[in-house]
């Protein structure tokens, strides 16, 4: 199972500005994050995910570090195998 930061903000209960507001970034800096437009460093990460109440050990970065990916480390990998084998 994968999960985005997105929907650990809104499992969370915050809005955007509310998460924002938490972590003292701006929305449009958040909002990156969120659609994996840019990726946290290591501090901004450590903090967003103290907020959302989740372990560095589940935090997971496609081969290609284009997308950020929370949720149990070797699960994730499975789906994303099963993705990429799909595309060829």
């Given at each position: 199972m994968k999960i985005s930061l997105r929907a650990l903000r809104?499992?969370?209960?915050?809005t955007l500005k509310q998460a924002c507001s938490k972590l003292g970034i701006s929305t449009e800096t958040l909002r990156s994050y969120?659609?994996?437009?840019?990726?946290p460093d290591f501090k901004r990460l450590s903090q967003i995910l103290s907020l959302y109440n989740i372990k560095y050990g589940d935090v997971?970065?496609?081969?290609d570090c284009k997308e950020l990916v929370i949720g149990n480390p070797k699960t994730?990998?499975?789906?994303l195998k099963e993705i990429h084998y799909k595309k060829e």
């Open positions: 809104i499992n969370a209960g915050l969120e659609h994996n437009k840019t990726h997971v970065y496609t081969d994730v990998w499975e789906s």
